[in-house]
């Protein structure tokens, strides 16, 4: 995910992850790296260790997909959300703090009353595993603040840039009550224009419990989304949040989630 430019790496840190360039796929894997490796909870694997109810949709039942969208607020934003809102689908935005979410208050108090989960891409999009455990804790707690301003509710997700974390990364997200969240497709949207071919590239990668990586900051990505929701209708997948995704069980700080 070319998103600005990559500091260089620290010197003694191992990072772990997966670029936005790759399809993921398979549950229960591990990221590894040089020795390091960092376990990744599948959602059916969460659901599987709760009890109680799971809500209006219980996905142990019914066959959901999660749709999310990183890196905004942006220009178009609000005609995603009016997409949504018409479709009776909702979302999971990763909201980015600099240039975004102190832009764009309304449209993040509204994707918010709207019913859509409010998560934590952090301030300035830069890849926590190569800088220092400070420069971590403000990326996500300017962003965690940033929001809590404008919705009264702080984020309980987030998404690491890239999809790079390592234990540092996780430490401190549990630190600060952020679940770590990643993905099992995406359309690799920052990459072309063409709403078609992004349309084509999540269909053939969506499958059940399947968490979608797109960005509403790109210029073909929102024109795609119709399409996209309403080949999923007609396959029988249920339109959920992350969290309903896991419910009944709860997103545990720190711990990485991926399909």
């Not at 490796?37 to 059916?44: E, K, L, N, Q």
């Not at 984020?155 to 969240?181: C, F, K, N, Y």
Request: overall charge positive; charged content about 25%.
């Amino acid at each position: 995910m070319p998103f600005g430019k990559k500091p260089a790496p620290r010197t003694g840190r191992r990072s772990v992850g997966v670029t936005a360039a790759s399809f993921l796929a398979a549950a229960s894997l591990v990221l590894s790296l040089a020795g390091c490796s960092i376990d990744t909870v599948a959602p059916a694997g969460a659901r599987d260790e709760a009890k109680g109810e799971a809500g209006p949709v219980d996905c142990r039942q019914a066959k959901c997909i999660a749709l999310t969208f990183d890196a905004g607020p942006g220009k178009d934003t609000p005609r995603l959300l009016d997409i949504l809102k018409k479709e009776r689908v909702p979302a999971t935005f990763f909201l980015l703090g600099k240039n975004h979410v102190v832009r764009h208050p309304d449209v993040v108090r509204r994707i918010a009353a709207e019913g859509h989960e409010v998560a934590n891409h952090t301030w300035t999009h830069q890849v926590l595993t190569d800088i220092e455990p400070e420069e971590i804790r403000q990326e996500l707690s300017r962003t965690q603040d940033a929001i809590a301003k404008i919705t009264g509710r702080k984020p309980t997700l987030m998404r690491p840039p890239q999809g790079r974390t390592d234990d540092t990364v996780s430490e401190i997200s549990r630190e600060l009550g952020l679940a770590q969240v990643l993905w099992s497709v995406t359309a690799k949207d920052y990459s072309t224009t063409d709403s078609d071919l992004i349309r084509e590239r999540t269909l053939d990668g969506a499958d059940r419990d399947g968490i979608i990586l797109l960005h509403d900051i790109y210029d073909g990505t929102v024109p795609a989304v119709p399409g996209i929701i309403k080949e999923l209708k007609k396959r029988g997948f249920t339109f959920v949040t992350v969290p309903q995704l896991l419910a009944p069980a709860k997103a545990e700080p720190g711990t990485v989630y991926r399909p």
